[in-house]
């Protein structure tokens, strides 16, 4: 028998994740870049961050979200919006680059009925799909499959979002800002 290990799970398997307190769309960006890798924040700009998920569906599997704390996409002001928008397209030539993924799953979960689990504060997921990337695990056991470790996934993607520079991308020196 072969033991699937996925660690960075337990918090959400056990309940805890949403007990840590705090929206980690507002707090993972706002703290120090030194903790980036940590809270697992590829990308911050003044207006949207990046971050890779946590509990991903497979190995890349981006969150988007824009820095302002909203619970749907109307209620962001237009330019916020736009930000946003930019960054999922720039994200996606990230994964496409980096990951040379088949084909992207792109979407926004709005309202705990449509599948957000965060609810108050809006984001669009990326999921890298792969050819033949879907096997029994789910269907039979509710289990995805993740090869690769967040942070191996992080140390790989992470140059790539800083290679965008004044893409809007956020450099080095201003993938924190405020």
Known sequence: MQNLWAPWRAAYVLGEAEAVGGCFFCIGPARAP???AEDLV???TPEVSVMLNAYPYVNGHLLVAPREHVARLGDLAPGAHDALFRMVTLAAGVLEKAMAPDGLNIGVNQGRV?????VDHVHVHLVPRWNGDTSFMPVIAETTVVPQH?????AHLRPHFA???GAGGGGAGSLHGS
């Open 34 to 36: 030194d903790r980036a």
């Open 42 to 44: 590829l990308c911050a």
């Open 114 to 118: 449509a599948g957000a689990g965060v």
């Open 150 to 154: 967040l942070q191996a996934t992080y």
């Open 163 to 165: 290679a965008l520079g």
